[in-house]
T-cell receptor, first 115, second 112 residues
Framework: EAGVAQSPRYKIIEKRQSVAFWCNPI?????LYWYQQILGQGPKLLIQ????????DSQLPKDRFSAERLKGVDSTLKIQPAKLEDSAVYLC?????????????FGPGTRLTVL | KQEVTQIPAALSVPEGENLVLNCSFT??????LQWFRQDPGKGLTSLLL?????REQTSGRLNASLDKSSGRSTLYIAASQPGDSATYLC???????????FGKGTRLSVIA
């Protein structure tokens, strides 16, 4: 089966610009996560969706970050305006909510550099 | 609040050695624990998942153990190879269908 897809793989922008990332989860996976991984750190949750509803966005900087999953499949994460500290890898993961293991599968990530 | 710590932060070993990576967590009431591998510039590849009711899981040269009561997990890699060079991340799920809490990882270099 196809894995989690993300695009773009790399993005370089200047501070105060806007950027958007796209994620397509594994088919049938209703739960989708966006994580932020700063260099040298482990990934940290930004937002969790169950179908097209938000389950947890407590760690999302809502003054500049937004995310949506309109049809319960693909998701978009946006940053506007970007700051230098937003430079990181943005990882999308999905899981099947009925799985007794709750195993999460990750995409290749989008590496964002803010200059 | 769950916190995950991985020791050591970096490790360099000669090819063929057996090695152990350590992971500890502060809240023992976990649902599961996953070990991931991350190559430079790449995403995370799931290596092993241990349910809270299990003690260990094995896949090829990898063996992961879990001691919930002490808040510890270890990843054992047998007969290490240069291709094992990567960052290994430990992550804990506190309940079903919830986000993972990650450690900072152990960066492993296996020297030929």
């Amino acid at each position: 089966e196809a894995g989690v897809a993300q695009s773009p793989r790399y993005k370089i922008i200047e501070k105060r610009q806007s950027v958007a990332f796209w994620c397509n989860p594994i088919s049938g996976h209703a739960t989708l996560y966006w994580y932020q991984q700063i260099l040298g750190q482990g990934p940290k949750l930004l937002i969790q969706f169950q179908n097209n509803g938000v389950v947890d966005d407590s760690q999302l900087p809502k003054d500049r970050f937004s995310a949506e999953r309109l049809k319960g499949v693909d998701s978009t994460l946006k940053i506007q305006p970007a700051k230098l500290e937003d430079s990181a890898v943005y990882l999308c993961a999905s899981s099947h909510p009925d799985s007794s293991y709750n195993e999460q599968f990750f995409g290749p990530g989008t590496r964002l550099t803010v200059l | 609040k769950q916190e995950v710590t991985q020791i050591p932060a970096a490790l360099s070993v000669p090819e063929g050695e057996n090695l152990v990576l350590n992971c500890s967590f502060t809240d023992s009431a976990i649902y599961n624990l996953q070990w991931f591998r991350q190559d430079p510039g790449k995403g995370l590849t799931s290596l092993l998942l241990i349910q809270s009711s299990q003690r260990e899981q094995t896949s090829g040269r990898l063996n992961a153990s879990l001691d919930k009561s002490s808040g510890r997990s270890t990843l054992y890699i047998a007969a290490s190879q240069p291709g094992d060079s990567a960052t290994y991340l430990c992550a804990v799920g506190n309940s079903g269908n919830t986000p993972l809490v990650f450690g900072k990882g152990t960066r492993l270099s296996v020297i030929a």
